[in-house]
């Protein structure tokens, strides 16, 4: 019986993104429709922060569905939408902001840590190879190594 309610709290969990979208946002042209969700994929619910409009319950975020739908159904392409919220809200309100200007530190840093990083194990690698220094040959290596040297030990 336990289980039973963890499997239905679990179904409803996955479910909730699907109720984000309530049917009166919805605008009767099909294709209109179908651009404003992409929209509503593409931009960051500014007060949830880790999802988007599409997702998000929060009332900002029906708020910025309804303002997409209004404005693609005034006749805007989806780039004066992007506009729009950029001009109001800054990258931030891109789910993947563009690399430039300080987001371009963001988009390197990560890549930067790791090559510095990989650069300071090398170097102390090295560092310790150089530190132990050569091995000592056994003597049936040595000997080996002057019969093939021509030397006569």
Excluded at 15 to 44: K, N, Q
Excluded at 80 to 87: G, K, T
Excluded at 93 to 120: D, E, R
Excluded at 138 to 147: I, M, N, S
Aim: charged share 25%.
């Amino acid at each position: 019986m336990r289980r039973a309610g963890w499997l239905i709290a679990a179904v409803f969990a996955l479910a909730l993104p699907a109720l984000a979208l309530d049917p009166s946002e919805m605008l009767d042209d099909p294709v209109l429709e179908a651009r404003a969700r992409g929209l509503d994929h593409e931009l960051r619910c500014v007060k949830c922060q880790a999802e988007s409009i599409a997702s998000s319950n929060a009332d900002w975020a029906r708020d910025a569905r309804r303002e997409v739908r209004e404005m693609i159904a005034a006749g805007a392409t989806d780039q004066e939408v992007r506009d729009a919220f950029l001009r109001n809200y800054g990258d931030f309100v891109l789910m993947n902001p563009p690399a430039s200007g300080w987001n371009l530190i963001v988009w390197l840093a990560g890549p930067a840590l790791l090559l510095a990083g990989l650069g300071v194990v090398i170097a102390a690698q090295r560092q310790r190879n150089a530190a132990r220094g050569p091995e000592a040959l056994d003597p049936e290596e040595e000997a080996r190594l002057k019969e093939l040297l021509g030397e006569d030990g």
